[in-house]
């Protein structure tokens, strides 16, 4: 078998036993280290869905972290607390938003997408900030979704098998959107859009029904933040967050299938054990870890041009 299969294979295998090897460790703090891990990857997926396939640097993408938990986090506090309720609410708040953003911001190119996105995303910030009913900058404290008679979320193992199969779910639809005829005229888009457009497809149209998909996958990734932390706050969609979320899917390898995984775990990882570090070397060292993350990201831009997917051979290897 090909190291392409094996390897993930083997991954996912590991982070659907993680709950089972982290209670026979006694590691709960690994367990609850690896949830955000699984919900950070979705929201890297569906960034990848257009950065990768679609050429689509959107520098807002965090926006819909704050969009999928303020909606649940806003119902909570009214007294709905069905999940039945809150998570459709909250994809349809995401998708809606999403259409509108996208239908304006994709009319421009290049930088001028990037700074509408990030205004676009801005402008939610401080939104969120001004809610002074539901916390303002102070954020809001919410009790997690209920759906009685099928999971308890307040159950960790529960909650992080929940988030495991979601993140299986997400890259199951990311593995059929990039063979299917959509995907390869949104990436036939991202190589030539006039070419494109003198074929017949209508390009604006498929870009934004991926803008669409990606912010519903993205909503969806802040939906389970929102229950994982049962906490929501502005700091969940700052533009720092959406740049952490490129830097994670450029660290795992742009337009892969499972980059977005391989770049979230990095990532994630690298902040775990250098911010000990640091601190071992100096007291208070550790909360500027990125110092030296920079470096490392550049060396894997030099080197491996392809992120750490492309160290695990060619697809057709």
């Not at 190119?109 to 009913?133: D, E």
């Not at 190589?191 to 497809?201: K, P, Q, T, V, Y």
Request: with cysteine.
């Amino acid at each position: 078998m090909r190291v392409r299969i094996v390897i993930p294979a083997l991954v996912l295998l590991v982070l659907a036993a993680l709950p089972l090897i982290t209670q026979a460790l006694d590691q709960r703090y690994l367990l609850l280290v690896t949830t955000r891990i699984v919900i950070w990857s979705i929201a890297a997926v569906s960034l990848n869905m257009i950065l990768g396939y679609g050429g689509l640097v959107s520098f807002g993408h965090a926006a819909f972290f704050g969009i999928g938990g303020y909606t649940v986090g806003i119902l909570a506090a009214n007294g709905i607390q069905s999940g039945w309720v809150q998570w459709p609410a909250a994809l349809l708040a995401s998708i809606v938003w999403a259409a509108l953003v996208g239908a304006l911001s994709l009319r421009t190119r290049g930088v001028y997408f990037i700074m509408i996105t990030l205004a676009f995303a801005q402008l939610v910030y401080y939104l969120s900030s001004g809610l002074a009913a539901y916390g303002g900058d102070d954020g809001l404290n919410i009790s997690r979704s209920r759906f009685p008679g099928v999971i308890d979320l307040r159950d960790k193992a529960h909650f992080y098998w929940l988030c495991f199969a979601l993140l299986c779910g997400t890259l199951w639809f990311s593995s059929r959107l990039a063979v299917s005829r959509f995907g390869h005229v949104l990436r036939g888009a991202k190589s030539n859009d006039l070419r494109m457009a003198a074929l017949g497809f209508p390009v604006f149209r498929y870009r934004l029904t991926a803008f669409v998909i990606s912010g519903a996958f993205g909503g969806l990734s802040g939906i389970l933040l929102a229950n994982e932390g049962a906490y929501v706050s502005p700091a969940m969609m700052s533009w720092v967050k959406s740049g952490d979320l490129i830097v994670i899917v450029v660290l795992g390898g742009i337009g892969t299938l499972f980059g977005p995984l391989w770049g979230t775990l990095a990532f994630f990882t690298l902040e775990e054990f250098l911010k000990p570090l640091l601190d071992l070397v100096h007291k208070g060292w550790g909360e500027y870890w990125q110092i030296v993350f920079g470096p490392m990201l550049v060396l894997v831009a030099l080197y491996a041009k392809g992120g750490i997917d492309s160290l695990l051979g060619r697809p057709n290897d």
